[in-house]
C-alpha cells in the first residue's frame, strides 16, 4: 500500500487556538479522507477531498487537497474541549481502488 | 451514511480460544472491510468481504487465522481463531457504497486476549 506520513505525531493546544496538520505520500492520491477517533469509538469521516487544490470546511474545520495530489492539511479553527481524539488522514490505495491506506494518526490533546 | 453496530463491544479472551466478532450494516452494502488497530496504532486492513465470493486477505493476514463469512448485503462476521495476547487489539468493520472511497466504520470491537 501506499506510504502516508502524517504529522505532527501528537499535539497540545490551547483552547481557542487554532491548529493544523498534514499529511503527505510518496505517490499521488486521487482522494484525501480525515477522520477522527474518540476513545472507545470507531473513526468518523470528517471531510472527503476529490480533486486537486480542492479546499472543503464542515463547521470548524477545513481540509485542502495539496495541489500536486501528494499532500493534504487539516485545520481546526478556535478549539475547543470535545476536539480531543486521533486524527487520521486516508486514501486509496491505488488509483480507483476502494482500499484505504491510513496515516499514523495525530493526536490532540487540549491543553485547559 | 450507513448505521454500522458490532458485537461484541469488548471482550476478554483466554489464549487459544476463538471469538467471532459481528457486523450489522442498517443497509445493503457491496463492500464491507475488516481492520485491526493494535494498541496505540493506526488502522490496518485485514481483509475485503465482499456477499457471494471469498474474503480478500491483505498481506500478512491468513484465513485460517480470520476467517470471514458475508451471506448477505448488511451482514459479516470475523473470527479471530486459536488467540494469544498479541491479538488484543481493536477490530473494526467499515462499509463503502463503492462509488467514493468513503468508508464509514463500526464502533469496534475491543478484544483483550489473557
Known amino acids: 500500500g501506499q506510504q502516508l506520513n502524517q504529522s505532527p505525531q501528537s499535539m497540545f493546544i490551547q483552547e481557542g487556538e487554532d491548529v493544523s496538520m498534514n499529511c503527505t505520500s510518496s505517490?499521488?492520491?486521487?482522494?484525501w479522507l480525515w477522520y477522527k477517533q474518540d476513545p472507545g469509538e470507531g473513526p468518523v469521516l470528517l471531510i472527503a477531498?476529490?480533486?486537486?487544490?480542492e479546499l472543503t470546511s464542515n463547521g470548524r474545520l477545513t481540509a485542502q487537497f495539496g495541489i500536486t495530489r501528494k499532500d493534504s492539511f487539516l485545520n481546526i479553527s478556535a478549539s475547543i474541549p470535545s476536539d480531543v481524539g486521533i486524527y487520521f488522514c486516508?486514501?486509496?490505495?491505488?488509483?480507483?481502488?476502494?482500499?484505504?491506506?491510513f496515516g499514523a494518526g495525530t493526536t490532540v490533546t487540549v491543553r485547559a | 451514511s450507513a448505521v454500522i453496530s458490532q458485537k461484541p463491544s469488548r471482550d476478554i479472551c483466554q489464549r487459544g480460544t476463538s471469538l467471532t466478532i459481528q457486523c450489522q450494516v442498517d443497509?445493503?452494502?457491496?463492500?464491507m472491510f475488516w481492520y485491526r488497530q493494535q494498541p496505540g496504532q493506526s488502522l490496518t486492513l485485514i481483509a475485503t468481504?465482499?456477499?457471494?465470493?471469498?474474503?480478500?486477505?491483505e498481506s500478512g493476514f491468513v484465513i485460517d487465522k480470520f476467517p470471514i463469512s458475508r451471506p448477505n448485503l448488511t451482514f459479516s462476521t470475523l473470527t479471530v481463531s486459536n488467540m494469544s495476547p498479541e491479538d488484543s487489539s481493536i477490530y473494526l468493520c467499515?462499509?463503502?457504497?463503492?462509488?467514493?472511497?468513503?468508508?464509514?466504520f463500526g464502533p469496534g470491537t475491543r478484544l483483550t486476549v489473557l
Open positions: 443497509s445493503q452494502v457491496t463492500m
Open positions: 468481504a465482499n456477499q457471494g465470493s471469498e474474503a480478500t486477505y
Open positions: 505517490s499521488i492520491f486521487n482522494t
Open positions: 467499515s462499509v463503502d457504497d463503492g462509488r467514493l472511497n468513503e468508508q464509514f
Open positions: 486516508a486514501g486509496p490505495t491505488q488509483s480507483n481502488d476502494y482500499k484505504l491506506s
Open positions: 477531498l476529490y480533486k486537486a487544490g
